[in-house]
């Protein structure tokens, strides 16, 4: 159950925008095997006065730069995260196209008593 958040620049169209979210929802079905139809996703947009990327840690971010940020449950594995990292980068690059420079990416684990899904239950605890 990942719970993904894009922060982005404001002005893309809503096809791009649609993009990210098909591309990231893939790569957590490959990568980390996440069911069909858990797409509990995300967008920001933020205007060029809130949003800021710097080029820290040699990579060279433009203005389409993105941060994803994906909290999931405390159970994947260090090799499952990795295999993430690559297949999201790979296919915002195919789709939309963005760099792979552009794609910053954050995991969070949270213990699976943290989840309510609905009805106010915690289905995972």
Known sequence: MPLPHISMREGKPDVYRQAIL???YRAMREALNVPEGDEFMTISELSPANFRCGNAYGVDRSEDAVL???TVFASRT???KKALYRRIADLLGESPGIRPEDVFINVLDAP???????HGVAQFA
């Open 68 to 70: 994803i940020q994906i």
């Open 22 to 24: 098909d591309s990231l």
């Open 112 to 118: 699976a008593e943290n989840w309510s899904v609905g």
């Open 78 to 80: 260090t090799e499952q």
